[in-house]
């Protein structure tokens, strides 16, 4: 029985890395396991007649998140996972320590421009880009003995009303590598 592939190098493996902040970003470093990009649009559907029958449909809502799990638990993770403004957070004087504070601070999540970016193993990229996105402000890390201390975060993906109509939360980029 022969193979299906298409075209080998569609083929990919492993996560990649992940860019927050400014047009280049700041890369969060390692990810283990899983990094999960989920892009849904939920549709309002029409529906009569005897017998009922599709008459017509429209978006009624789009959203696009990326989930992933950190490994490097960073001041600056610490702060974009628990969705709190640099406001917050400082060095204590005299110090190599940084504090982040965190209670009764007025106002929402922070929104940072995020990019991840998969380097298949022949050099072609998969980029998904959020223009605005936003965490879910949650930080739940165990430490446990004998494993790593690990943290999953997600972003939403936020509208940016200033981007092009059709690429207001993003895009997804598959880009082939020059030969």
């Known amino acids: 029985m022969a193979t299906n592939v298409q075209n080998v190098d569609s083929i990919t493996l492993g996560n990649g890395i992940l860019y927050v902040g ?5 890369n969060v470093g390692l990810l283990l396991n899983d990094v999960t990009f989920n892009y849904t649009v939920d549709m309002l559907r029409l529906e009569a007649g005897i ?3 599709l008459v017509k449909q429209a978006k009624r809502q789009e959203t696009a998140t990326l989930a992933a799990e950190l490994c490097e ?3 600056d993770n610490l702060q974009l996972m628990m969705g709190i403004s640099s ?3 400082s060095t204590v004087s005299g110090t190599s320590t940084t504090r982040i504070t965190f209670g009764g601070a007025p106002g929402g999540l922070p929104e940072v421009p995020i990019t991840f970016v998969h380097t298949r193993p022949d050099g072609n990229t998969i980029t998904i880009f959020f223009n605005k996105a936003q965490t879910s402000g949650s930080l739940d890390f ?3 003995d004998g494993s790593w ?3 999953e975060v997600t972003f939403e993906a936020v509208a940016d009303p200033s ?3 059709g ?3 993003g895009y997804l980029e598959i880009t082939k590598n020059a030969e």
């Open 142 to 144: 165990a430490f446990t």
């Open 167 to 169: 690429a207001q939360l």
């Open 22 to 26: 400014t047009a280049t970003g700041r």
């Open 87 to 89: 406001d917050y957070v």
């Open 73 to 75: 638990i960073t001041p």
């Open 149 to 151: 201390i690990s943290t």
């Open 51 to 53: 017998p009922i029958m």
């Open 163 to 165: 981007a092009a109509t």
